[in-house]
């Protein structure tokens, strides 16, 4: 989905996939999976990013599904507390780690 200011410029956008594996939480499989949520800066605060998110709701409820899943990094707190004001709820922190093997 995009998000495009008033030139027809992209400004924003959400990307969405079927998730076919586990997703901790979700109750149904497959489950949307938002994979990537942006929105320029300057436009940012504006309400652009929940019109994005109403959009893949939208979308996700025409299509049949119930869940929406999504993640963020631990790091970012922005991201995290947007998420929960838009109604997501936090069920789990992860750490992943990967080591070469030769």
Same mark, same amino acid.
């Given at each position: 989905? &995009? +998000?495009?200011?008033?030139? +027809?410029?992209?400004?924003g956008f959400a990307e969405i996939s079927l998730?076919? *594996?586990?997703? *901790? #939480?979700?109750?149904? /499989? !497959?489950? !949307? @999976? %938002? ?12 309400? =652009?990013? /929940?019109?994005?998110?109403?959009? =893949? ?6 299509? #049949? @599904?119930?869940? &929406? +899943?999504?993640? +963020?990094? &631990? ?6 507390? %947007?998420?929960?004001? %838009? #109604?997501f709820r936090e069920v789990d922190r992860n750490?992943?780690? %990967?080591?070469? &093997?030769?």
């Amino acid at each position: 989905m &995009l +998000a495009e200011a008033e030139d +027809a410029r992209v400004i924003g956008f959400a990307e969405i996939s079927l998730r076919h *594996d586990h997703v *901790d #939480g979700a109750s149904i /499989c !497959p489950v !949307p @999976y %938002l994979e990537g949520w942006f929105v320029e800066a300057a436009f940012r605060g504006q309400g =652009v990013g /929940c019109s994005l998110i109403a959009a =893949v709701e939208k979308w996700a409820l025409e299509k #049949g @599904y119930t869940e &929406l +899943a999504s993640d +963020a990094e &631990l790091h970012n707190s922005v991201s995290i507390r %947007l998420h929960k004001q %838009l #109604g997501f709820r936090e069920v789990d922190r992860n750490v992943t780690f %990967l080591k070469s &093997l030769k």
